[in-house]
């Protein structure tokens, strides 16, 4: 079930009922109702796959606890080791297999030993690449004697399995969210409403500008060609929109939800394409996975090829981003749409300029030509990057990629005068303002100082939007990783 | 009494030279960062964070500890790494390996 569904209303506000009055008590009675919650939850989105669940979660609790209990440094190590082993063989049958195995085969044919090959029927469990990139991270903490390990299963269960992430993130982090759920939560009428907020702000993201997005988008990719450069250009910037509003929209909806229940999550996405360099769009893209990506992947890479300078660094920047890109999925068009970020950075180690995550024309209500025309080249680099994100080939992005450069590319495209397209972007427009407006605040629609008129003309206007543009698909792009 | 003042004399002493120590390595390292972000805006204190200096990011930060371990001949683990919250940290890392 999904966060804007009907079902899901019919779940979240009898378990909201219960979690505030008669469990509220302490903090076991009110992690009991959220695990058996989540548990409902999983099992609903996918029931095959709950004993997975229950097993990971199992084996990552026995682990933590036998690191931290073994004396000697290389018995800890053993039982790291034994935990990577598990959940990244976890994530590779489940996700990877078939991508190998088609891989090995091709290499057996080039040099001529014939090798058929039937693809196994491997179903991908929901939520996999979260979780497990939770308790590799959760291990990793234990070993690296960052956080103790959990001695109570019950909160570990919920650490993994709280719902409102479960599905599609944000990859949170035993040190932020296990002490939350430690400590007995207080119903906080300010929480509370700043989470309904930003649930509205996501449905909008979601049911109004992804999908606008994806109406526009589909016909184009999906028939790119017979169409001209310029729709191919203009389809492009659409998608780009679409994969941000999609996924910062479930990602406000999850973080929404779970501050119904006073828990913080980690923030997602911090309007990334207000950037001016490529280093301070991921700092604020999909900000779970890459801090994890960081903290795992590239500070012990660059920390080992610390002794090659600045060649170290691009290599480890590249290793990351090509991992990063590997994350969602098992295709070359990931592993390409991965590679291409970690290039983009070889300039900017080469010349310095590292700045670190700054709010684009802080404090002031308009960019400098110069920010704008640096934020607008870095946004046609990510769009036309993105391409290979939403195409099932390389070859495809490149043919893509290849008509847009065309002849027709100043073909002034019909479609643009359609009222779908008109429509398109007024409320994009609409969107790309509001986002800026907010973007020195916590989320992208924390509105609470605003007076109540203000404010609640705000609510009225997005919830007319919805109900007159809104629509409801049954899945979001971040589903299938 | 006289042992105890010698006693005393010399805990004096080992304090000094400690402190010396955390003086002349706090010196050390912000000779290291001025020389590799070509600037010296940051005041050397214990509580100094990797975020209050510019330029100090997570690219920059592999080559100052390269500087580092050169500059004392010294070699960090990887566990190091995540001990280090501060230049009140780095500098007790660092000692406990010269």
Redo the contacts between chains.
């Keep these: 079930m999904i966060f804007n569904s009907l079902s899901f209303v019919v779940f979240l506000v009898p378990v909201l009922l219960i979690y505030w009055s008669f469990f509220r008590k302490n903090s076991s009675y009110q992690n009991i109702i959220l695990l058996i919650s989540s548990l409902i939850f999983y099992a609903y989105a996918d029931y095959r796959f709950l004993i997975l669940l229950i097993l990971s979660i199992g084996i990552n609790y026995f682990l933590g606890l036998k690191i931290r209990r073994s004396e000697k440094e290389l018995i800890q190590r053993r039982f790291l080791y034994l935990g990577l082993i598990f959940n990244i063989g976890l994530l590779i049958y489940f996700k990877y297999f078939n991508f190998f195995y088609e891989g090995f085969v091709k290499i057996l044919n080039i040099f001529s030993i014939d090798a058929n090959y039937n693809t196994l029927n491997i179903l991908l469990p929901i939520g996999i690449s979260f979780f497990t990139f939770q308790t590799l991270g959760y291990l990793i903490d234990v070993y690296n004697e960052e956080i103790n390990p959990s001695n109570n299963l019950l909160e570990f269960s919920l650490f993994i399995s709280y719902f409102p992430k479960i599905l599609s993130g944000p990859i949170e982090r035993a040190k932020s969210l296990i002490p939350q759920i430690e400590k007995k939560r207080i119903f906080s009428y300010e929480v509370f409403t700043d989470g309904l907020r930003q649930i509205l702000w996501g449905l909008f993201a979601k049911m109004v500008i992804a999908e606008k997005c994806a109406e526009i988008v589909n016909p184009i990719f999906d028939n790119y060609e017979n169409h001209s450069g310029s729709l191919l250009l203009i389809g492009s910037f659409f998608y780009a929109i679409q994969l941000y509003a999609d996924f910062s929209g479930y990602s406000n909806m999850a973080i929404g939800i779970s501050k119904l229940f006073g828990i913080q999550l980690m923030r997602n996405f911090a309007t990334p394409f207000f950037s001016t360099n490529i280093s301070d769009y991921w700092r604020k893209w999909h900000i779970s996975l890459t801090t994890w990506m960081m903290d795992y992947v590239f500070t012990p890479l660059s920390f080992t090829l610390r002794s090659y300078q600045k060649r170290g660094l691009v290599i480890s920047i590249i290793a990351t981003f090509i991992l990063v890109g590997f994350w969602h999925g098992a295709n070359w068009t990931f592993i390409f749409y991965g590679l291409l970020h970690g290039l983009y950075f070889i300039p900017l180690v080469y010349s310095g300029k590292m700045n670190k995550s700054q709010i684009v024309a802080k404090g002031k209500l308009i960019p400098s030509f110069k920010e704008l025309f640096k934020m607008l080249a870095l946004f046609v680099l990510i769009m036309l990057t993105d391409i290979f994100f939403r195409a099932n080939t390389v070859t495809e992005a490149f043919n893509y990629i290849a008509s847009i450069f065309s002849y027709s590319l100043f073909k002034f495209p019909n479609e643009l005068l359609s009222s779908s397209y008109l429509i398109g972007f007024v409320l994009l427009a609409f969107f790309i303002l509001v986002e800026w407006k907010h973007r020195e605040r916590h989320h992208d629609f924390e509105i609470s100082n605003y007076n109540i008129i203000i404010r609640w003309s705000w609510y009225i206007i997005i919830f007319l939007l919805i109900l007159f543009f809104g629509k409801s698909s049954e899945t979001f792009i971040y589903f299938q990783f | 009494m006289v042992k105890s003042t010698e006693k005393n004399l010399s805990n004096f002493l080992q304090i000094k030279k400690y402190k010396m120590e955390t003086i002349t390595i706090k010196e050390t390292i912000s000779k290291l960062l001025e020389s590799i972000l070509d600037h010296n805006n940051f005041e050397m204190h214990d509580e100094l964070t990797a975020?209050d200096v510019?330029?100090w990011?997570?690219?920059?930060h592999?080559?100052i500890?390269?500087k580092i371990e050169e500059a004392f001949n010294i070699k960090?683990k990887?566990?190091d790494?995540?001990k280090l919250k501060n230049m009140g940290s780095l500098v007790s890392v660092i000692q406990s390996k010269i």
């Design positions: 975020k510019d330029g990011d997570s690219l920059s592999m080559m500890l390269t960090f990887l566990r790494l995540n």
